[in-house]
């Protein structure tokens, strides 16, 4: 472990809400940096941004390793303290609507002529400006627009969400990484740059190369189920007892998975024996495969096929994740002391690097838990700090 984290130089205003933005802001705090979020104080509002208690699960894995400070930000005074906390920060991160900012005073402009090393990071439903620019934007609308629905779920059937927020937590990837980008520009430039994504734009990058058939190949993609859209055999089948997902679209790997499913003559089969040819009868391959498939369980498959070289892998449900050997070897979560829920497993940052910090270091603190400690930080007195409590504004 070392005695410094990779981004404790960094100060961080998170005026984030539902998932996306904290999505972004989680993955500067678990690198070190110092997160101030700003929350409505708790006598105004007793629910969390994501609509469950500030102690339910959701909101413990959203916000671990900040602080909190309460700000009423309808109350003048209160928004006298947030710049003076602009003063002393690097980056601001938000996603409210894009006229939302500006009516609240803190809009980019505002921030830069004040802080010209701030870098201001911004998520909305469907970008800063344009047609659609103020509408409010949630994960399944963008799964829609953005296509992911179009090639989710079975052939011929109705278009499916996916089941987790992917436009959600891709915008919040996507804003990070350019907030670090702006962040290393500013240090050879001393200037803060205004970085912006949302959830359309960040939901069509997903879809990589489903989209790219469209913009270079101009051919809609179309749902292929469990199966891969191209490679061919390549997808979820059924056995004995549950369900694989097995890779192999050709060459030795297909060759290997036939010689274990007691197939071996079947890719130089004259209706098998090219990639084209397997796409064009995928469903009389698959058929072939899945019976075979269908005479054992899960677990035998898959030892055999992974001693044979064929990616092969079990279908959980999410406690047979954290029961699986290699996911605990990996150690996905960390545990932490909340004061009121106790002891908590929380589910840790998917990147780890050679002599680097736990990920996961503080619970989600309760709204307000922090407001006199950063106050003080920035100057204020014990008299002063009363004085604004006594307004509303913290």
Known sequence: MTATLPLDDIRVIDLTVARAGPTCVRQL??????????????????????GGTRHDCDSQHLHRNK??????????????????????????????????????????D???????????????????????AGRGGVDQIA????????????????????????????????????????????NRTGQGRWVQTSLLESMIAMMDFQAARWTIDREVPEPAGNHHPLGVPMGCFPTADGYVNLGAPGGRLLR???????????????????????????????????????????AAWVE???????????VYRMNEVFADPQVRHLAMTSPVEHPVLGPLEILRNAVRMTDGPATVRMPSPDAG???DEVLAELGYEPAEIDRLRGQGAI
């Open 29 to 50: 705090a678990d690198w070190g940096a110092d997160v101030i979020r700003i929350d409505i104080p708790p006598d105004l509002a007793g629910q969390a941004s994501t």
């Open 304 to 314: 055999a096929l992974n001693a044979a070289g064929v990616p092969c892998g079990p």
């Open 369 to 371: 838990a922090h407001t």
């Open 143 to 186: 799964q829609g627009m953005g296509g992911l629905m179009s090639v989710t779920g079975l052939p011929g059937g109705e278009p499916t969400r996916a089941g987790i927020p992917v436009s959600d937590l891709a915008a919040g990837l996507y804003l990070a990484i350019g907030v670090l980008v702006a962040l290393h520009d500013r």
């Open 256 to 298: 290997n998975l036939c010689d274990v499913l007691g197939l071996p003559n079947l890719p130089s089969d004259p209706r098998f024996d090219s990639g084209k040819k397997r796409s064009a009868n995928r469903e009389e391959l698959n058929a072939l495969i899945a019976g075979r498939l269908r005479t054992r369980g899960t």
């Open 110 to 132: 505002t921030v830069h002529a004040r802080n010209r090393r701030l870098v201001y990071g911004s998520i909305s439903g469907f970008g800063q400006d344009g047609p659609y």
């Open 67 to 108: 602080r909190s400070l309460s700000l009423n930000l309808k109350v003048p005074a209160a928004l006298e303290v947030l710049m003076r906390l602009i003063d002393s920060a690097d980056v601001l991160i938000e996603n409210m609507r894009p006229p939302v900012k500006s009516r609240l005073g803190f809009d980019f």
